[in-house]
Structures are given as C-alpha cells and as structure tokens.
C-alpha cells in the first residue's frame, strides 16, 4: 500500500525544479512602465476597432447619450458578439457610473470624461495581460526554462506595451491563446509522466513470475491518477469564448487542441480509443458556454424575446449564431474588398517583421530550415510532436498560415503569436542556447550551459530595445495622437457652451472620432415631462468625417456648410460655432486655397501634437533636398541649413490643427444685412 501511496505522491505533487534562482527585478520595471502608460494615458489611436468595437457599442447601455453602433454590431446581420464588450467595457463603465454618482454628489465632479472613460476599459485590459505573462512563466517553470529571459523579452514588447492596453478584441485573442498554451503544456507534461509510469508498470507486469507480483504491478497501474480528460472543460470554454470574441481564434486554438488531443499517442496505455474519447468530450464540454453564448447574443440584438419563451413562439430564426455570420461575411471578396484586400504572403513580409523585429526574422528563419528538413527527410532535425517545441512552432507558424489565406491582412491579427514566438527565440537575443528540441528538461542541471552571458547586452538585444522603444513611442503616442486630445478639447467645450449653442465639426485625414467619449446627450430617446408633455432633444453637436478627400473638396463643402448655418441659425438668433480639424501636413494647402477663394474666415484654435497621419508624411521637401544634394558637386553650408530647415519644419507638422470658421459677409451683403 505504501507503494502506490509513493507513486500517486509522484505524480500529484509534480513540480518541476525551478533551475534558475535569479531575480527578474527588469521584468518588474517593464510590468510598472505597462501600468504607467495605461495611466498617463497613452494618446495614441492604434485602430479605430479599439473604440467601435468596444466602447462605442457598450456606451449607450450604460449612459443617456447618442452612440453609433458599428456595421458589425447591426441586429439585422451581427457579425459579432456583444457578451465579451459587456465584459471587458461594460465591467468599467458600471463602476465608473456608480463612483461618478458620489463625487458628482459630494465634490460637484463627474468622472465621465474622456479621460475616465478611456482609463478604466484600459486599466481592466492591462490587467488581463498580466494573465498572458503568468501564462509564459508558468510555462517555463514547467519545463525548466529560463524564464527570466523570456519574461524581460515579453514585457518589453511593444506589442506588450501598446496593443494589450487598448480595448481590441485581438487583445482578448492573446490572453485565451496564452491560456491554452498554458493547460495544453501542463497537460502534456502531466501526461507524460503518467505515461512513463503506466509504461514501465505494464512492462513490469508483463516480465512478472508470479501472481502475487502480477496483483502488484497491477493495482500499482491502476493508483495511477488519471490524465486523459485533465482540464477538458477549461479548454473547450476557452476555445469556445475566443470564437465568439473572433472566430479567426480556429487559427490560434488549433495548435494547442491538437497537441491536447495526442498526448501519450503511441504509448502502450494510450491508443485511438482515447484520442476520439477525448475528441467528443471536447465537443460536448464546448456546448454549454456556446448555448449561452447564443442565448445572450439572441436577446440582446432582439431575436428572441421572454414573450416569445412564454408563449412558445421560438424557431431557428429566434436565435442568432454570430460566429456563423461573420464566416458568411468573410467568406464573400466583394464584402472584403471594402475593408481593403492584400497580398497573401504580406503576414509573413510584412506584419511579422513589423510586431516582432528582430525574433519573427529569427521564427520565420528557423521555420524555414524545419521545411528544408523535412523535404531532405531529416526527421530527426526536427522538434518531436509531443515536445513543447513543437507545439510552440506550430502555435506560431499555423495561425499566420492560416489567417494568410484570407486576402485581408492587418498585424494586429496575428498579435497572439508573440507567446510561442518568445518562448522559442528570446534566448537568441542572449546569444545563448535556446529551448531544448530533443527532450523536456526537468533536472537543476540542465541549465548549466544556459549561464547568461558576461556582457552586459548583445547587438541583438540593443537592436530590440531600440525598435521596440521607438514602435512603443509611435503606435503608443504619435499614430493619429491628436485625436484623443481633440476629443476631450471637444468635449470640454460642449460641457461649457451655452445651451442653445450647436456646433459642428469637419475632420480629414484622421481616425473616426470616438463620440461616446463626448458623452452627447440621447436625442433618439423620447422623454416625458412634468406635465406628461412628450418630447426628444435637439441635436447639437454635428460631425462631419471627410476621410481622404482632397483639401479643396473638403473646403467647399464647408462653404456649403457654412452657408446653410447662417440660414438656419442666424435667423432664428441661434449661435453655432463651425471647426475643421486636419493635420499640420494639409494645412499650407488649405492656406493657399484659401487665399485663392476667400470662402470664409479661419482662426487656428488649437493644436495637438504629436500626431503622424502615415498618409500625409511631410517628408516631400526634405526628399528633394536630398535628391538635389547628391545632383551636386559640392555640398555649401547654405544647402545644409536649408535641409535643417525643412527637418525641423518637418516634425513640426506632426500636429492637429482646429480651426475655427466663420462666414465672410461680403460688402452687398452688409448692406442689405444692415
């Protein structure tokens, strides 16, 4: 009896020695430095999906403001479900009206700004990352790695720093894939060490003399915990959620479900038997959480209805099935061909090179000579199939062999790779030797050729940092960063304006402006007065978003504008205050047409910097100069200042500019005016 007591201990209480006892106090600072940016907060605008597929849809269900729900969040076609922002936004938004309700009451304060609004999805984001880190470490604890190496790697890029602060659904896509990185790699390590033992007691059983050893040997095997269906139903919800937050989550739970599914494949006490086993439990555990989530999408896009459940009125189209739409919509051109259509390889030319630098060269390198490999039938110079290597190059290449299929491509989709691609290659950068592609490493020892190098940092590790430092400062504060500023600049004039005051707002070459940041009253919603009198609130606040229209369009239009808002307000004694919002690069355009037209008169109100409209550069001067410096024999000091000159004009075009506009009263105008 002690004899199965030991070796049910054996397993039970595995844990793999922790061979590296070194502090991880750069990991600590990175992990600050994530919370601090989410604090300040970081003004740059990543994708406009960060605010309109989140706070936009969830705003109107908290507050009583107007709200412009996304195409995607349509009840007569939903592509997309509206559980998983009622989670990671409406958490936020349900506290914040609750605490602004006391210091609105006791400090004559509301929290419902810009700022607070932006914050605290954020701050609840940034928490859920740590998840992912948790999930990276564990992994390496389990297979004694180094995770120190990892972890400061991790933390330190910008993807970790930027994209899994915003609110993005890809960013809910990264923590489930860490998730099931992390139970698909714990349930093979456990497996594996029930295995052996099941193993070595079944040879044992067989080599026996006698009965009383067979009994032995075989109530030995038969104290073995089991393994098979270990952390089943953590998976199947998790992969389950993730389809329903972005059913390109196939691509990510793939590699983990399959590496899941084949543990101990080939070993005596594991056959077919087992792996279908556990195939159909996978799929009856799944069914639950995707009911619910079926249910809860149905009701809160109108579907179905309590009335309907009472009297029995429910058919197929009482419930909606998002998932399946979103496949309907993707899976047409002509519906991608709107959102923008790229070549099948720019993934791996492109995106990989732009999110990972120097280790996606590195993952799409190795990957390489594993395929050169394998058509030389070098088998034995690839990683084994149920070793974490291999499921950590499969968790890396095959989601971005698979999203390459669809011809739109943008990087944050394959953001969840980061994980895997760490976990492999981020010893690279130490210039020491990586995971081990043979055999799990389990003993103290094994890191005795894994020391960290005597210098301080490697050309790899500068060229990291270095990349990673000035991406996080882009994507982080400069990529269309004045439009943020804008908006809490706007949303302090609406608070302070007059009642009666409408203004409107033109915006060009810019990212949609998030309006339930503005917190606009609800004008769709009917009120009931004190005297049972029905009314709605007027309007007042008017945007008009001109995306990539040329700037002399753009100026007509507002002529036009301008013209109907002095016959529809100034009339009727109405202020109205017009403003056009555009980057610094357009502004000597709209100087000079200006000039030429005289349509109306213009003030600069603000400026917000720093802002980069990628589409607008102003590197065309600066390009000219240098062609025409190498068109010449000798280089003069004059030459060279004016070259200065236009770097300096340069970065001072990266701003937003508000102007204000107003209406030119013409001599015969005045006249008849007066």
């Known amino acids: 009896m002690s004899s199965k007591n030991e070796y049910r201990r054996s397993i039970d209480e ?47 269900d908290y507050f009583d403001i107007d709200v ?141 003399q006698t009965g009383v050893e067979r009994v032995k040997y075989y109530k030995l095997k038969a104290s073995l915990p089991p393994h098979s269906l270990n952390h089943c139903f953590k998976i199947a919800t998790i992969t389950v959620i993730g389809i329903f937050n972005r059913p390109t989550f196939i691509a990510f739970a793939f590699a983990p479900i399959f590496f899941w599914l084949q543990r101990g494949l080939g070993s005596r006490s594991v056959g077919f038997v087992d792996f279908h086993t556990r195939i159909f439990t996978f799929l009856a555990c799944g069914v639950p959480v995707a009911v619910f989530f079926i249910l809860v999408d149905s009701f809160y896009f109108g579907y179905l209805t309590m009335a309907e459940i009472g009297s029995l009125d429910i ?58 490999s394998g058509l030389k039938a070098r088998w034995l110079e690839l990683p084994r199939i149920q070793s974490v290597v291999g499921l950590m190059t499969a968790s890396f290449i095959t989601p971005i062999l698979m999203l390459s299929i669809f011809p739109h491509q943008e990087p944050r989709f394959i953001i969840p790779t980061v994980l895997p691609l760490v976990f492999l290659y981020a010893p690279n950068l130490n210039q020491i030797s990586g995971v081990d592609t043979v055999a799990r490493i389990v003993e103290n020892n094994a890191y005795n050729n894994s020391s960290v190098p005597k210098k301080k940092f490697t050309k790899l590790q500068v060229f990291w940092f270095t990349c990673n430092i000035a991406l996080a400062f882009f994507y982080g504060f400069a990529h269309q960063g004045g439009v943020l500023p804008l908006t809490s600049h706007l949303a302090t004039e609406l608070k302070a304006k007059p009642e009666l005051t409408h203004i409107h707002l033109f915006t060009s070459h810019t990212y949609s402006l998030p309006t339930a940041l503005l917190q606009l009253r609800n004008t769709k919603k009917t009120y009931l007065s004190s005297g049972n009198h029905k009314y709605k609130l007027v309007k007042d606040f008017h945007l008009y978003e001109q995306g990539s229209k040329s700037i002399s369009n753009v100026c007509n239009i507002i002529a036009l504008k301008l013209h109907e808002c002095e016959q529809k307000y100034v009339i009727k ?50 390009s000219n ?50």
């Open 68 to 208: 412009h729900k996304p195409w995607e969040f349509n009840s007569t076609f939903p592509i997309r479900t509206a559980l998983i922002p009622q989670i990671t936004i409406g958490i936020p938004y349900s506290i914040l009206t609750k605490v602004s309700q006391y210091t609105l009451f006791y400090f004559g304060v509301s929290l419902k700004t810009p700022y607070f609004l932006v914050l605290l999805p954020r701050l609840l984001m940034c928490g859920m990352s740590f998840v992912s880190d948790y999930c990276l470490y564990k992994i390496c604890y389990m297979y004694g790695q180094n995770y120190k190496i990892r972890l400061i790697t991790y933390a330190s890029s910008y993807i970790m720093l930027v994209y899994a602060t915003r609110t993005l659904s890809n960013v809910v896509e990264l923590i489930l894939t860490a998730l099931l990185l992390y139970y698909a790699s714990y349930c093979m390590v456990y497996s594996e060490k029930v295995v052996v033992q099941s193993d070595y007691l079944s040879d044992k059983y067989d080599k026996a």
């Open 625 to 674: 100069d240098i062609m025409h410096l190498t068109n010449v024999n000798t280089v003069s000091v004059r030459l060279f200042i004016e070259i200065m000159d236009d770097v300096l004009n340069a970065f001072q075009q990266f701003q937003l500019f508000l102007i204000r506009i107003e209406y030119v009263m013409h001599e015969k105008q005045k006249s008849k005016h007066f």
């Open 315 to 372: 058919s197929m189209n009482s419930f909606v099935v998002t998932p399946l739409n979103f496949l309907k919509y993707n899976a047409n051109n002509k519906n991608l061909r709107n959102h923008g259509l790229h070549p099948h390889y720019v993934h791996f030319i492109v995106n990989v090179p732009l999110l990972f630098n120097v280790l996606g060269i590195i993952g799409l390198f190795t990957f390489g000579k594993m395929l050169h």
């Open 14 to 60: 595995y844990k793999p020695a922790d061979p590296i006892k070194r502090k991880i106090g750069p990991y600590w600072f990175l992990a600050a430095l994530r919370i601090i940016l989410t604090l300040i907060p970081q003004t740059g605008y990543v994708h406009p999906d960060e605010y309109f597929q989140s706070i936009e849809v969830v705003s109107g």
């Open 573 to 622: 004694r109405v202020p109205y205050r017009l403003y056009y919002a555009l980057p610094a690069t357009d502004m000597e355009e709209f100087i000079s047409i200006q000039n030429n037209t005289n349509l109306f008169n213009y003030h600069i109100v603000n400026r917000f910097h720093p802002h980069v409209t990628v589409e607008k550069l102003p590197f065309s001067s600066i």
